[in-house]
């Protein structure tokens, strides 16, 4: 039987709403939020599946409400909290059939979700986006310390404070090196990843971050990374934190520097070209320093500020600028391979690039890259040709919840870092993890092959951030709340 092609639009009764405003259901993937007048409190409903005469709307698959498919003009009300405060009017309904196999939606493994295993509350709330290590998992709190829970149990192994009373920026870890990295207020501190011991500290520059969720701080196996007061690049060992070399820039990073792998390992002195790190600086520039040596191989001047992390990938690395253009570098002798905007010319119509970009299969022919804009809405452009694969607008993802304080537009536009992940399904499928930290009370997961909606996993209270891999997803919330899944 063929697929139901139904489209239903619903808006909100109490009020009169643009057409922006209007949200369209299309089966299984577009969303829309009723904004309750007396608790702060949103519902987010999805069409879950159709059939010849009825459709279900809710909130997931064991919450939702099942109703006959309604003449023009019908209203449906049973879904608000009270006749004053919600219900739908739905409308415009069309009855084609396209006969066509159901889409596939990229499920996870069921390992994944939605069991949930555990759910932990600690009176600390988390300021930081969680890493996972091992079988740890490490959280850092808005009261300044650093916390690694078993990630199994949810157990507490170690809890340090670095600096009380500040919340911990961000943090990263390695592996090889044994050891955990967090910015607090304006210095980085170094534990020991086993007992969380304070080993090293140094300050760093982090007032011209482009996020507080960013760091001037790059790390590997062997090799720590620092942006300066005095505005350089310096390399430490870390074996012992002896600076290796002190790197000159232009001005301040305004981004993460980032090593080419994070095995990378040198030896002082050598003449063997030891990899490269790549920075981006707050004028407008993007370059690459030799390890080992602390030269700069290239330096490249930009028409606008870089407003992402730099992602490198194979031959190349990416970078996303403050007037919406996505630069690719050959990451060896510093050409522009290629530049786009999903854009138009008009400048005013032209939005940040924001967030890691991501490199994914589209399938075995296609490679996508995958970003996001300050108005959270999610692109996927096929490199080979530069083509846009699909794109999922703000309004459908529903990461930001709607305000009656601010202009949609306006608070959009006040984003500035998205958090995104990415993991292969059962099936070999890349799925893109994405949530808002401090903004949005959902985590969102996309199949890269077709930018349908897999998952839209709510949570009660603002989403800190998320850590997802193979096996398991946490999602930490700014209240403290850390809620595992797998």
């Known amino acids: 039987m063929g697929q139901k092609q139904s489209t239903i639009t619903a808006r909100r009764r109490e009020e009169v709403i643009s057409e922006q405003d209007s949200m369209v259901f299309n089966d299984n993937q577009s969303f829309y939020t009723i904004d309750s ?24 698959l064991d919450d939702f409400e099942t109703f006959d498919f309604p003449q023009k003009k019908k209203v449906v009300s049973t879904l608000s909290r009270d006749d004053s405060t919600g219900g739908l009017e739905v409308f415009d309904v069309d009855e084609e059939f396209v006969e066509e196999p159901a889409p596939d939606f990229g499920v996870l493994p069921t390992s994944l979700f939605p069991k949930q295993n555990y759910a932990l509350s600690y009176a600390a709330g988390v300021s930081a986006i969680p890493i996972i290590d091992g079988d740890k998992l490490i959280v850092g709190t808005d009261n300044g310390s650093v916390e690694a829970f078993d990630l199994n149990s949810g157990a507490t192994i170690w809890a340090q404070t670095i600096r009380r009373g500040y919340p911990v920026r961000s943090m990263k870890c390695s ?35 482009i996020s507080h969720h960013l760091m001037p701080v790059g790390l590997s196996d062997s090799v720590l990374v620092q942006g300066t007061a005095e505005k350089s690049c310096c390399i430490r060992a870390l074996d012992d934190f002896h600076v290796v070399n002190n790197t000159q820039l232009i001005s301040a990073m305004c981004c993460e520097p980032v090593l080419e ?57 990416l970078f996303g600028t403050e007037e919406g253009v996505i630069h690719c570098i050959d ?136 850590v997802v891999d193979e096996e398991s997803l946490i999602i930490t919330l700014i209240d403290g709340k850390i809620i595992k899944y797998g």
């Open 175 to 209: 592996s090889g090196a044994g050891v955990v990295i967090a910015v607090c207020l304006d210095a980085m501190y170094v534990l020991n990843i086993c007992d969380g011991v304070k080993i090293f500290s140094s300050p760093v520059l982090v007032e011209a971050m």
């Open 37 to 60: 007048q007396r608790t702060p409190k949103s519902e987010t409903m999805s069409v879950f599946s159709f059939d010849s005469n009825t459709f279900k709307l809710g909130n997931n």
């Open 261 to 317: 792998t994070q095995s990378m390992c040198f030896t002082v002195g050598d003449a063997h070209d030891s990899g490269n790190l790549y920075f981006a600086t707050m004028e407008k520039t993007v370059g690459a320093i030799i390890v080992n040596s602390g030269r700069i191989r290239f330096e490249i001047r930009l028409n606008s500020k870089v407003t992402t992390p730099i992602t490198v990938h194979s031959q190349f690395f």
């Open 331 to 466: 990451r060896f002798g510093g050409e522009s391979l290629f530049q786009f905007s999903p854009f138009s010319e008009s400048m005013q119509d032209r939005k940040a690039i924001i967030g890691e970009i991501r490199v994914v299969d589209i399938d075995n022919s296609y490679t996508g890259i995958v970003f996001c804009d300050e108005s959270s809405n999610v692109f996927c452009v096929v490199k080979q040709d530069l083509t846009e694969s699909w794109k999922l607008t703000s309004q459908v993802l529903n990461l930001v919840p709607r305000r009656k304080s601010v202009v949609w537009t306006e608070y959009t536009r006040m984003i500035h870092f998205i958090q995104t992940d990415v993991v292969r399904n059962e099936a070999g499928k890349h799925i893109l993890f994405i949530s808002i930290p401090n903004v949005s009370k959902s985590v969102v997961g996309i199949n890269v092959a077709n930018g349908r909606i897999a998952y839209d996993i709510a949570v009660d209270q603002a989403v800190a951030g998320f």
